[in-house]
C-alpha cells in the first residue's frame, strides 16, 4: 500500500506539501497541487482518516438524526445532504431519532461520541434535553426542517442541562427550513377562492414549530379570505397517517362538515384520502383536498393532488453548507435560513386540468413570521 512518503517522493515534493494538499491547512501552489494529485492517482494512494483524525481533531464526519426517514419528505433532504456532505469530502452517520425527547437525547450523545464534526438534527417538539446536551457539549449543530425557540436555545425554559445559546459568546447553531405559513395561506385562499367556505385542517404534531407557523397559516389564509374560523374545523393528525384518518373522520362527523381540507404533511394525506374512500367521497366532487408536501406520485393520484412543494434536497444540501460554514467560522453570528416553497395547481381542489396535465408553481410571499438570526 502506498505511503504518504511514497506521494511525496513521487510528486518531488517535501511529506508536509503532500499533508496540506490533503488537509487544505495550507496554500500550495497550482502545479505542485497538481503534481501531488497526480502522484495520488497514479500510486493508488489512500489517505489513513483515522490517522489524520488524530492530528486535525477532525475526523471529517457529519451525524444526521431525523425521524421516519422512510418518509419521502426525509428521504429527499436525506438524498440532499449526502450529496452535499460528499461533495465536501464527508461521511454521514445516520440515526432515527423516532421523534422521541429522550431518546434523540440519546442519539445525539451516541453520534458526539463517535467524534463526528457537527450534526444536522431534525427536533422532536420537545428538544430541551438534546438542546441542552448539545450546547453542554458545544456541538456545532444545525436544527432542520423545524424551528427551535430562541428562549429554549438560550436554556431559559424549563428543562434541559443549562448553559447558553452562545457559550460564553461562542455561537454553536443555527437553522435551516422551509417557509411554513405563507405558502399554507395561500392553498387556504386558493381554495376560498374556488368557492369553500368552510375549509377544515388535519394538522401536525403539537408542539413543532411546522405544526403551528401551518396552523397560523391557515387562519391568516381564512382572515384574507373574509372567512370566520372555527376551532373545530382544525384537528390535529399527529404528523402520521392513522392520526389523518382518525382526525379526517372527525370533522366529517361534524354537523356541518368542511367542503374541502388541508393536509399538513404528505404522511397525514395519505391517511386522509383512505378516510374519504372509506367514506365514500369523491375528491374534488364531494370534498376538495389540498396538502402540504408534493411528493413524486402526487401527479398520479386521480384526481392530481394539488399542493405545497417543498425544495427537500436543496433543505437538506442547505444545512451541509451552513454546518461546514459555522465548521470553518466557529464565531460567524447563528443564523436561520428559511428557504421558499411552491404551490403547485393540479385538480383535487377542484380546478380544470391544464394544458398538458402539469401542475403549476405559484410562489407566496414570505412568512410574516419572526426569524431569529439572520435570514438568508
Request: charged share 20%.
Given at each position: 500500500?502506498?505511503?504518504m ?9 517535501s ?8 488537509n487544505?491547512?495550507?496554500?500550495v ?10 502522484a495520488?492517482?497514479?500510486?493508488g ?17 457529519i ?5 421516519a ?5 426525509f428521504?429527499?433532504?436525506?438524498q440532499g ?5 460528499l ?7 445516520i440515526?432515527d ?11 445525539a ?7 463526528v ?10 428538544p430541551h ?17 423545524r424551528?427551535?425557540?430562541?428562549h429554549?436555545?438560550d436554556?431559559t425554559?424549563p428543562?434541559?442541562?443549562g ?6 459568546g461562542?455561537p ?5 427550513c422551509?417557509?411554513s405559513?405563507?405558502?399554507?395561506a ?5 381554495l376560498?377562492?374556488?368557492g ?7 394538522a401536525g ?6 405544526t ?5 397559516g ?6 384574507s379570505?373574509?372567512l370566520?374560523?372555527?376551532e373545530?374545523l ?14 379526517t373522520?372527525t370533522?366529517l ?10 393536509t399538513?404533511n404528505?404522511a397525514m394525506t395519505i391517511?386522509t384520502?383512505r378516510?374519504?374512500h372509506?367514506q ?5 366532487d364531494d370534498?376538495a383536498l ?5 411528493f ?11 399542493a405545497?412543494?417543498?425544495?427537500s434536497?436543496e433543505l ?6 451552513v454546518?461546514?460554514d459555522r ?5 460567524r453570528?447563528?443564523r436561520?435560513v ?12 377542484g ?11 405559484e ?6 413570521l ?5 435570514v438568508s
Amino acid at each position: 500500500m502506498a505511503t504518504m512518503a511514497d506521494v511525496a517522493r513521487s510528486a518531488g515534493v517535501s511529506v508536509a506539501t503532500v499533508s496540506h494538499v490533503l488537509n487544505g491547512t495550507r496554500p500550495v501552489l497550482p502545479h505542485t497541487r497538481q503534481a501531488v494529485l497526480d502522484a495520488i492517482d497514479t500510486l493508488g494512494y489512500t489517505p489513513n482518516t483515522l490517522a489524520r483524525s488524530l492530528v486535525t481533531s477532525r475526523t471529517r464526519s457529519i451525524g444526521l438524526a431525523v425521524s421516519a426517514i422512510s418518509n419521502p419528505y426525509f428521504t429527499e433532504i436525506l438524498q440532499g445532504v449526502e450529496a452535499a456532505a460528499l461533495e465536501a469530502g464527508y461521511s454521514l452517520l445516520i440515526a432515527d431519532p423516532h421523534d422521541d425527547p429522550g431518546h434523540e437525547r440519546k442519539v445525539a450523545q451516541l453520534l458526539h461520541e463517535r467524534r463526528v464534526d457537527g450534526m444536522i438534527v431534525a427536533p422532536s417538539a420537545h428538544p430541551h434535553d438534546l438542546v441542552g446536551y448539545l450546547r453542554r457539549h458545544r456541538v456545532p449543530t444545525v436544527f432542520l426542517d423545524r424551528v427551535i425557540e430562541a428562549h429554549v436555545l438560550d436554556g431559559t425554559s424549563p428543562g434541559g442541562e443549562g448553559g447558553t445559546a452562545t457559550d460564553g459568546g461562542m455561537p454553536w447553531c443555527d437553522q435551516v427550513c422551509t417557509e411554513s405559513a405563507a405558502p399554507t395561506a395561500l392553498l387556504v385562499t386558493h381554495l376560498a377562492a374556488v368557492g369553500h367556505r368552510r375549509i377544515g385542517m388535519v394538522a401536525g404534531l403539537p408542539g413543532l414549530s411546522t405544526t403551528e407557523e401551518r396552523v397560523c397559516g391557515y387562519l391568516d389564509g381564512l382572515s384574507s379570505a373574509g372567512l370566520a374560523h372555527d376551532e373545530r374545523l382544525v384537528v390535529s393528525g399527529n404528523s402520521e397517517s392513522a392520526g389523518a384518518e382518525q382526525a379526517t373522520a372527525t370533522l366529517l362527523a361534524l354537523p356541518d362538515p368542511p367542503t374541502a381540507l388541508v393536509t399538513a404533511n404528505n404522511a397525514m394525506t395519505i391517511g386522509t384520502l383512505r378516510a374519504l374512500h372509506r367514506q365514500g367521497l369523491s375528491v374534488p366532487d364531494d370534498i376538495a383536498l389540498g396538502c402540504f408536501d408534493d411528493f413524486a406520485w402526487a401527479d398520479l393520484f386521480s384526481p392530481r393532488l394539488t399542493a405545497i412543494a417543498q425544495p427537500s434536497r436543496e433543505l437538506g444540501a442547505r444545512a451541509v453548507r451552513v454546518l461546514l460554514d459555522r465548521l470553518r467560522e466557529p464565531r460567524r453570528p447563528a443564523r436561520t435560513v428559511r428557504l421558499p416553497c411552491a404551490l403547485v395547481h393540479r385538480t383535487s381542489c377542484g380546478c380544470p386540468e391544464q394544458p398538458g396535465g402539469a401542475g403549476r408553481p405559484e410562489r407566496p410571499e414570505p412568512s410574516t413570521l419572526s426569524e431569529k438570526g439572520t435570514v438568508s
